[in-house]
């Protein structure tokens, strides 16, 4: 009889000591879970979502000195990128661009959060309404005076963190 209470209690505690291991490890594996699901979907986003750089240039007349081509007042560099990716690409204004001198460049504000001052940039697609793939976007940097002549570093990252480089020397 006693062999008897004692496997009871064994399985019991077996049964018990189950419940406690399954209920501490399941949660653990659902967002375990989740954190892949959520992971394959970013992985996958980026794969889908890609951005090229295929030309930039500044408002340079025929002789290679800046002048004002377009008459807006300001001195432009203008820099074209295509969507070679199969998503479309919301959210534009808040994509970030580094420009400058090679060495020397920093994050140009978009024209919404520039408060008015120089440099900014602002963007347009140019054979599309939405940035969906194969349409390109143009987006012109603003300056409120001559830039120096040299090589310059340009990156755009759009929201989902693609980025694409160009180096160009005006």
Not at 88 to 102: E, H, K, P, Y
Not at 137 to 153: A, C, E, H, M, P
Request: charged letters at 20%; aromatic letters at 12%; proline letters at 3%.
């Amino acid at each position: 009889m006693d062999k008897a209470i004692t496997t009871t209690f064994m399985v019991i505690a077996s049964v018990v000591c189950a419940a406690l291991v399954f209920n501490a490890v399941y949660p653990a594996v659902l967002r375990s879970s989740d954190a892949m699901i959520s992971m394959k979907v970013r992985v996958d986003e980026r794969l889908r979502g890609q951005i090229d750089v295929i030309h930039a240039t500044g408002e340079l007349d025929s002789s290679g000195l800046w002048q004002d081509i377009n008459g807006d007042g300001n001195f432009d560099v203008f820099v074209w990128v295509k969507n070679v990716g199969s998503l479309r690409i919301v959210a534009v204004n808040r994509s970030d661009v580094f420009f400058g001198l090679q060495g020397n460049f920093s994050r140009i504000p978009h024209e919404d959060e520039a408060g008015g001052s120089y440099p900014y940039w602002e963007w347009e697609i140019e054979n599309d309404s939405e940035w969906n793939p194969t349409a390109t976007l143009k987006i012109t940097i603003n300056f409120d005076s001559v830039l120096s002549q040299g090589r310059y570093f340009l990156k755009v990252v759009i929201p989902n963190g693609l980025s694409d480089e160009y180096h160009f020397s005006m």
